[in-house]
Structures are given as structure tokens and as C-alpha cells.
């Protein structure tokens, strides 16, 4: 399955961006899907996640009451909607999916395929 990551970019402090993966190859909707991020000089960090299904998610808790992950399975698309943006959420946003559950949702290992990832820019 390719992951196609999209919707990043410059915005100021207190902003909202939507973020999507869009999927190509192989239907999503079997799939665990999560969002990571990679700060410069930083490990890639667990943004958020959601199932299958779409019923249930979990964030990170730096995210928590700012981020909003969804599925369109119909539209073989995951979004990730950031609201009131702080400086510390610049980094890469990348979209990955998991396709078989063995591992836990917050490490970056239990996916399997990577989007290439989209820039998130935050500005104070």
C-alpha cells in the first residue's frame, strides 16, 4: 500500500491545519492507522491513532484536546485535524498504517507502511 501524506504548512501560532493520507494500492479500512511526527534533532514521537473502524482513538498527551484523527474509509483517506497549533507541534507529520496489531499503537515499529511526510511549520 502507498501512503500519500498532504495538507501541511506554514500557519501562526493558535492555527488549525488538516492533514491527509491519502492510500493508493490496497484498501485501508482493515487497517490501524496513525499519524508520528519528527521534530528536527528529535526521534519520531506518536501523534495519534485510530481503528479500523474508526470507533476508537488514542493521542499522544501533548496533542490531547488539540488533534483529532479520523478515517474515511470510503475514501481510502486519514486526516488529522490540529487545531490551536503551538510552535512545538513543527515537525514532519507522517501517516502510517498498521496492518496486523501485534504491536502497541504508540511505537512506530508495529507499522508497516510510511507515507513520505508532510512539513508542519508553526510560527510565533
Known amino acids: 500500500v502507498q501512503l500519500q501524506a498532504s495538507g501541511g504548512g506554514l500557519v501562526q501560532t493558535g492555527g488549525s491545519l488538516r492533514l491527509s493520507c491519502a492510500a493508493s494500492?490496497?484498501?485501508?479500512?482493515?487497517?490501524?492507522m496513525g499519524w508520528f511526527r519528527q521534530a528536527p534533532g528529535k526521534e519520531r514521537e506518536f501523534v495519534a491513532r485510530?481503528?479500523?473502524?474508526?470507533?476508537?482513538?488514542n493521542y499522544a498527551d501533548s496533542v490531547k484536546g488539540r488533534f483529532t484523527i479520523s478515517r474515511d474509509n470510503a475514501k481510502n483517506t486519514v486526516y488529522l485535524q490540529m487545531n490551536n497549533l503551538k510552535p512545538e507541534d513543527t515537525a514532519v507529520y507522517y501517516c502510517?498504517?498498521?496492518?496486523?496489531?501485534?504491536?502497541?499503537?504508540?511505537?512506530?515499529?508495529?507499522?508497516?507502511?510510511w507515507g513520505q511526510g508532510t512539513q508542519v511549520t508553526v510560527s510565533s
Open positions: 485510530i481503528s479500523s473502524s474508526g470507533s476508537s482513538t
Open positions: 502510517a498504517a498498521d496492518t496486523d496489531y501485534l504491536g502497541p499503537h504508540y511505537y512506530q515499529g508495529s507499522y508497516e507502511y
Open positions: 494500492g490496497r484498501t485501508l479500512s482493515s487497517y490501524r
